[in-house]
């Protein structure tokens, strides 16, 4: 946390312009197929986020009235670098959305065609109660495990606000062995996000950090930007 053994505390301020989202929607009997630029759907209530990565990205997203749904997103096509190319292809129930009791579950697998230590399989699963969920993924890959909890709250009135906690436990094989004689197989991290409208603007801050300190950030690999505390400001204008 802030105070202990002096950690970083790392102030950004940036404007990210976002385009309007590109999906094209057609119906196929009783399915509903969704092919897109943009991510058509996020998973577990908000815990697994298809990230925009590479030049060239997109997917397709096939959903059935009872809830089932499969679909594949490609953050990275791997036109201009090939070892970056990413296929994230996830199958799932969600029930229909009301305004009582919402659950969602599924598995993605994550595939690297030319780094396939990287591919690893996650699980994940949410509930949501109006507009706030609660959401929690397991995720296995090649010499590690990973399991995060997510709580995302709506506080529209009377703030106006968008708060979400992230907390994630990450556990390594092997232990990762620093200069100093110590040695990390497991740590912590998590984050916390704020945001709300502000004139045509989006304002938010983020908060983040990890229980790893000194030399134990040169075996961090987890969730953040930074093994150490940080505070990142961010605002949003839509270009449409």
């Known amino acids: 946390m802030i105070g202990r053994n002096k950690p970083l505390l790392a102030l950004f301020a940036g404007m990210a312009v976002t385009a309007q989202a590109q999906v ?3 119906e196929l009997g009783d399915f509903e ?3 897109g630029s943009t991510p058509s759907r996020s998973m577990a209530q ?5 990230e925009q990565a590479g030049t060239f990205y997109g997917g397709l997203d ?3 009235p009872s809830g089932w749904y499969l679909g594949n997103w490609s953050p990275s ?5 090939p070892n970056q190319m990413e296929l994230n292809s996830y199958l799932g129930y969600k029930r229909p959305s009301d305004d009582t009791l919402g659950y969602e579950f599924g598995l993605i697998r994550y595939t ?3 780094l396939q230590e990287q591919d690893r399989h996650e699980l994940y699963a949410g509930i949501s109660l109006e507009n706030s969920r609660l959401g929690t993924a397991w995720s296995l890959a090649s010499e590690r495990t990973d399991g995060t909890l997510l709580l995302d709250l709506d506080l529209l009135h009377p703030l106006n606000l968008d708060m979400s906690v992230k907390y994630a436990n990450h556990a390594l094989d092997r232990p990762v062995y620093l200069s100093d004689g110590a040695s990390v197989q497991r740590f912590n991290d998590w984050s916390l996000n704020l945001s709300r ?3 045509s603007l989006r304002v938010g801050v983020t908060y983040s950090g990890s229980d790893l300190r000194g030399t134990g950030c040169s075996a961090y690999s987890g969730q953040n930007a930074r093994c150490d505390d940080s505070l990142t400001l961010k605002l949003e204008h839509p270009l449409f």
């Open 24 to 26: 094209l929607e057609r």
């Open 33 to 35: 197929l969704k092919l």
């Open 46 to 50: 908000g815990l697994v986020q298809q």
């Open 62 to 64: 096939l959903t059935h």
């Open 77 to 81: 096509a791997g036109v201009l670098s």
């Open 112 to 114: 690297f065609p030319r």
């Open 197 to 199: 409208p502000w004139a």
